[in-house]
């Protein structure tokens, strides 16, 4: 298994523009989610989904889109990137039953 | 959700046990314990939960108070790679939604 991926790595947007922050998932996971983590703090949610079709609003939805359409993906969409939203993304998953999850390896987004 | 009380930094000596304690006092009956921890800018990695029970995994043991206001993560025999950001967190449905705040910055010295 891969695990949990993130693409890309590093992004830097101007103010304004928009992208789409990639997750993806090989475990068959049904519950995955998105953090946010600026300098010094610790990680807020931005969005979960407990499975295909199913997406909630977490801690600091504002500017962030979500969709599921399938169990292995879970895009982070910023609709009009503003420097408020530099930061570093992380995905997570979590299988059925479990209460532990795995986080993927993070994307630092710079937004000038 | 609850709230926790961690200390911002700990030191511990390599090979010695390492003793991270957190308050959640206003903790509710079905809220669990959860810890995770962060190691330089990686994504978080769980560690271990509870609920009112001690717990022991291979990373690491949780012990709850009988009151549930205040646990204690002990890592038995610490390494310089344990050196991280230990997080204590507190939180109903499997932790659908997790709280993080700012953690204990554990050192591990040789």
């Known amino acids: 298994n891969a695990g949990v991926t993130q693409t890309p790595k590093f992004q830097v947007l101007k103010t304004g523009q928009s992208m789409t922050l990639q997750c993806a998932q090989d475990m068959n996971h049904e519950y995955m989610s998105w953090y946010r983590q600026d300098p010094g703090m610790g990680l807020r949610l931005i969005h979960y989904?407990?499975?295909?079709?199913?997406?909630d609003q977490g801690e600091v939805p504002n500017g962030y889109n979500v969709s599921r359409s399938t169990t292995e993906d879970f895009p982070l969409r910023l609709l009009s990137a503003a420097p408020s939203q530099t930061s570093v993304y992380f995905c997570a998953s979590r299988p059925t039953g479990a209460r532990g999850q795995y986080f993927g390896p993070g994307t630092r987004l710079t937004v000038t | 959700d609850a709230k926790t009380t961690q200390p911002p930094s700990m030191d511990c000596a390599e090979g010695r046990a390492a003793n991270l304690p957190c308050n959640h006092s206003?903790?509710?009956?079905?809220?669990?314990v959860y810890w995770y921890r962060q190691i330089h800018s990686q994504g978080p990695q769980y560690i271990i939960h509870?609920?009112?029970n001690n717990e022991t995994n291979e990373m690491a043991s949780l012990i709850i108070t009988e009151d549930r206001k205040s646990s204690t993560l002990i890592l038995p025999h610490a390494t310089l790679r344990d050196t991280a950001v230990y997080y204590c967190?507190?939180?109903?449905?499997?932790?659908?939604?997790?709280?993080f705040g700012a953690g204990t910055i554990l050192r591990v010295k040789s």
């Open positions: 206003t903790i509710s009956g079905n809220e669990y």
């Open positions: 989904s407990v499975g295909a079709g199913i997406t």
């Open positions: 967190i507190v939180a109903l449905n499997y932790g659908n939604k997790l709280v």
């Open positions: 509870g609920l009112k």
